[in-house]
């Protein structure tokens, strides 16, 4: 079964903090694990992606880090800011899918408390 | 470029109405895709499209249905409206295994 599972739902922290979300895999077929952010009356935004040749990524203050023999991977948001606040999606797709399908987590609300 | 335009951004239906989300591209994309985001949780593929003239289905398409004669544009249509299709519709497009661009989404009620 191709899931994704996202936790936690919601994170709250203060600003400068560091909120690490997760998310696990079960079909190792997957091959590119994107993170996507979403603002609030907006469509989903890419905000940084990796593949499974790399333990670790990082752009800006955003960092992927990925974990294959746990098929798990997770975000970390350096130094985080009030307008980071957002919900944010992992997702996953496999070179095997034609259609360059993305198999979405459900989602974690982040609030960056001033 | 606009990149992904969906139209409308709102709309309120009867049960048992139909209607169409429009979606257009203008970034040459190969590959368009419909999602729905039900309030607090992720996206669920709809139905897909490979190129002009293909079709697929996702993985909730039950009361939908799509067409592709362009590349440019992928409508979703809605037959008899049921509350459970209550949600906000995604069109996203993509030329690669890389990034999926998204719309702005279309908030439907049915009531």
């Known amino acids: 079964q191709q899931q994704v599972k996202q936790s936690p739902q919601s994170l709250i922290v203060q600003k400068g903090g560091i909120p690490i979300i997760n998310c696990a895999y079960e079909?190792?077929?997957?091959?590119?694990f994107p993170w996507y952010q979403q603002f609030p009356g907006k469509g989903p935004a890419l905000l940084i992606a990796?593949?499974?040749?790399?333990s670790e990524k990082k752009e800006g203050r955003f960092t992927i880090s990925f974990n294959k023999s746990a098929k798990q991977f997770s975000l970390h948001i350096m130094d985080s800011q009030p307008g980071d606040s957002a919900t944010y999606f992992c997702?996953?797709?496999?070179?095997?899918?034609?259609?360059?399908?993305?198999?979405f987590g459900g989602g974690t609300r982040l609030m960056v408390k001033p | 470029n606009a990149g992904v335009t969906q139209t409308p951004k709102f709309r309120i239906l009867k049960i048992g109405q139909s209607m169409t989300l429009q979606c257009t591209q203008d970034?040459?994309?190969?590959?368009m895709y419909w999602y729905r985001q039900d309030p607090g949780m992720g996206l669920k593929l709809i139905y897909y499209?490979?190129?002009?003239?293909?079709?697929d289905k996702g993985e909730v398409p039950n009361g939908y249905n799509v067409s592709r004669s362009t590349t440019e544009d992928f409508p979703l249509r809605l037959e008899l409206a049921a509350p459970s299709q209550t949600s906000v519709y995604f069109c996203?497009?993509?030329?690669?295994?890389?990034?999926?661009?998204f719309g702005p989404g279309t908030r439907l009620t049915v009531t």
């Open positions: 499209s490979v190129g002009a003239g293909i079709t």
């Open positions: 997702a996953a797709s496999s070179f095997r899918n034609a259609g360059n399908m993305l198999t």
């Open positions: 079909n190792t077929a997957f091959d590119y």
């Open positions: 970034m040459n994309h190969n590959y």
């Open positions: 990796i593949r499974p040749d790399v």
């Open positions: 996203a497009s993509s030329n690669n295994r890389a990034e999926q661009y």
